[in-house]
């Protein structure tokens, strides 16, 4: 095809490139690309640019790129690949017949995503492994022995919470931590979080806002679930007696040093005393907690986890009212999602 690179010396370059059409579809990789990306030549084309780099901005880039036919260039973008995720340059230049020349500068300085954090989290993964085996199996026993269907609910809610616990922990051992990204509804992800809650001996209050419109987003389920759960349970540990679960889309957000046009927000807010002013300034950096028992590592590990999808995680507090908001880029021209979940309940 014509309008691709010359084949013959551009599947020798070691320099990923890639060209997708006028919907960002692509339609030729070279093999350097392909490999590092951990893809099959054939299993490649047809995807979309956003599948194929899991990165949002570049998908918008992309797309002003092709609207206003000029190179565009996105610094420092954090991209999955088959070994594991690296920092790259991307380079977008339009080229004939209305398609896109996409090259992929891998940096060496900067090669997998995992953290000191993650590091420092595989120790303590490999410890509750055995603990959550054995919650497990108590919790099939008493749900095979139960008659009550609440109650064999209730068993069953405990073994999921072990199996999503247990499969954190195999990821942080055995996978360096890499998330398993894929389209998350997350308002099935805070209804599920409301019965884990409500499931409990004195749970709070639980209010929902959600905003119906909202879209899936492209992340690992398992890990924004944590860091909601991880959310709530310090706002229920410092007091909290009522708990709000607000979701909103937001327009013109800054994540890190990048602009988006618009961005997912979900508040975690809390009626409890407030974020004490000695470690307002250090809330989120590992062993620091405002309470006397706490370990000071679920906010550290949550603002990795936003991090890792490209977000943040923010907090306004004050006595009575503090809320931890998690921000997620959301891709252009994202679809809107059905109606799901409650509202004002």
């Given at each position: 095809m014509s309008e691709h690179p010359p084949q013959r010396w551009a599947e020798q370059l070691s320099t990923g490139l890639a060209v997708v059409d006028a919907q960002l579809r692509v339609q030729w990789i070279n093999p350097a690309l392909a490999e590092w990306l951990g893809l099959g030549l054939r299993h490649a084309q047809g995807q979309p640019l956003m599948g194929l780099l899991q990165d949002a901005g570049v998908a918008e880039q992309a797309a002003r790129s092709l609207v206003e036919q000029r190179s565009v260039q996105c610094r420092g973008v954090m991209v999955p690949g088959g070994q594991g995720s690296a920092r790259v340059d991307v380079s977008l230049q339009p080229i004939d017949s209305g398609n896109l020349l996409v090259e992929v500068h891998v940096l060496a300085e900067a090669t997998s995503t995992v953290s000191p954090l993650s590091a420092t989290l595989r120790g303590f993964a490999h410890e509750v492994k055995n603990p959550l085996a054995g919650l497990r199996g108590a919790a099939q026993l008493l749900q095979r022995r139960l008659d009550d269907p609440h109650m064999q609910a209730l068993?069953?809610?405990?073994?999921?919470?072990?199996?999503?616990?247990?499969?954190?922990?195999?990821?942080?051992?055995?996978?360096?931590?890499?998330?398993?990204?894929?389209?998350?509804?997350?308002?099935?992800?805070?209804?599920?979080?409301?019965?884990?809650?409500?499931?409990?001996?004195?749970?709070?209050?639980?209010?929902?806002?959600?905003?119906?419109?909202?879209?899936?987003?492209?992340?690992?389920?398992?890990?924004?679930?944590?860091?909601?759960?991880?959310?709530?349970?310090?706002?229920?540990?410092?007091?909290?007696?009522?708990?709000?679960?607000?979701?909103?889309?937001?327009?013109?957000?800054?994540?890190?040093?990048?602009?988006?046009?618009?961005?997912?927000?979900l508040d975690v807010i809390d009626d409890g005393p407030g974020v004490?002013?000695?470690?307002?300034?250090?809330?989120?950096?590992?062993?620091?907690?405002?309470?006397?028992?706490?370990?000071?590592?679920g906010l550290a590990l949550s603002r990795e986890i936003a991090h890792e999808h490209g977000g943040e995680l923010r907090y306004a507090s004050r006595p009575g009212e503090t809320v931890f908001s998690l921000y997620l880029p959301l891709p252009p021209r994202a679809g809107v999602a059905a109606p799901t979940g409650r509202l004002h309940g």
């Open positions: 068993a069953g809610m405990v073994i999921a919470e072990a199996d999503r616990l247990a499969a954190l922990a195999n990821r942080l051992l055995h996978h360096d931590g890499a998330p398993r990204l894929g389209a998350v509804n997350l308002h099935l992800l805070l209804e599920r979080l409301s019965e884990l809650i409500e499931a409990e001996p004195s749970p709070p209050r639980i209010r929902h806002d959600y905003d119906p419109s909202l879209p899936d987003v492209h992340g690992d389920a398992d890990r924004l679930q944590q860091v909601m759960l991880n959310l709530v349970r310090n706002a229920i540990e410092a007091g909290a007696k009522t708990l709000t679960l607000r979701s909103r889309v937001e327009h013109g957000v800054r994540l890190g040093e990048r602009m988006f046009r618009s961005a997912l927000r004490a002013v000695n470690v307002r300034d250090t809330l989120f950096e590992p062993l620091v907690s405002g309470r006397v028992d706490g370990t000071g590592l």
